[in-house]
């Protein structure tokens, strides 16, 4: 049962450009969602996180947008820089249960910038 | 300031050998989380530890796992009889309080053979 699902596995983008990652997810009691990055041998680095109060959260490059309507998020990255490359995992908790602290992730997806 | 310390980064067993894994949580941290990643898949997460206390153990397998969290001291995660589907990354993860976001460490590699 896959809760949160990333279906792109690979992305490959332009150096400059947009990347766009998406994550869908099934569980409407998910109220808090997250975006990790993750290097080869390395622990996932959060980036960027978003409440189901909002629709939108920028920081810097990095903007996520929520559509709870359709249970889909999506982060997008502009411009582009080959620092980039990594996989990027979404996550999501119920974070309004109490005692609820487990992330649930999706299976990542690998984004990788040229040149 | 260091970050969340997990060892062994790289840890060898053969089937039937027990394995321990470490993780010292960032200094001021009192919440700390286990995850797996198996190959080609996200994170799974598989207990909460707060200091001498598991709150939540519901991604924990029944059998042949468990997972400590002493007053003094790393967290433990500790794997018996191990078999070759225990071979994964181990993350730790550790909060300074109960809701806030987790910081990572960088994983100790399973490989049994």
């Known amino acids: 049962d896959q809760q949160v699902k990333q279906n792109s596995p690979s992305l490959s983008v332009q150096e400059g450009r947009i990347s766009i990652l998406n994550c869908d997810y099934t569980n409407s009691m998910f109220d808090y969602f997250l975006w990790y990055k993750k290097y080869p041998a390395e622990g996932p680095t959060f980036l960027i996180s978003?409440?189901?109060?909002?629709d939108k959260n920028e920081d810097g490059r990095f903007t996520v947008f929520l559509n709870k309507s359709a249970k889909h998020l999506s982060l997008h990255i502009v411009p582009s820089q080959p620092g980039d490359s990594a996989v990027y995992f979404c996550?999501?908790?119920?974070?309004?249960?109490?005692?609820?602290?487990?992330?649930?992730f999706g299976q990542g997806t690998r984004l990788t910038i040229n040149p | 300031n260091a970050g969340v310390m997990q060892n062994p980064r790289h840890l060898v067993r053969r089937r039937g050998q027990e394995a321990r894994l470490r993780c010292s949580p960032m200094?001021?941290?009192?919440?700390v989380y286990w995850y797996r990643q198996l190959p080609e898949e996200g994170l799974k997460f598989m207990v909460y530890?707060?200091?001498?206390?598991?709150?939540?153990e519901s991604g924990m397998p029944k059998e042949r796992f468990s997972a400590e969290f002493p007053k003094e001291g790393p967290s433990i995660l500790r794997i018996q009889q191990v078999v070759r589907g225990d071979s994964a990354a181990y993350f730790c993860?550790?909060?300074?309080?109960?809701?806030?976001?987790?910081?990572f460490g960088s994983g100790t590699r399973l490989t049994v053979v």
């Open positions: 978003i409440s189901s109060i909002k």
């Open positions: 200094k001021g941290h009192s919440h």
């Open positions: 530890l707060q200091k001498e206390n598991i709150i939540d």
């Open positions: 993860a550790s909060s300074p309080r109960r809701g806030d976001g987790y910081t």
């Open positions: 996550a999501a908790s119920a974070r309004g249960i109490q005692g609820a602290q487990k992330l649930v």
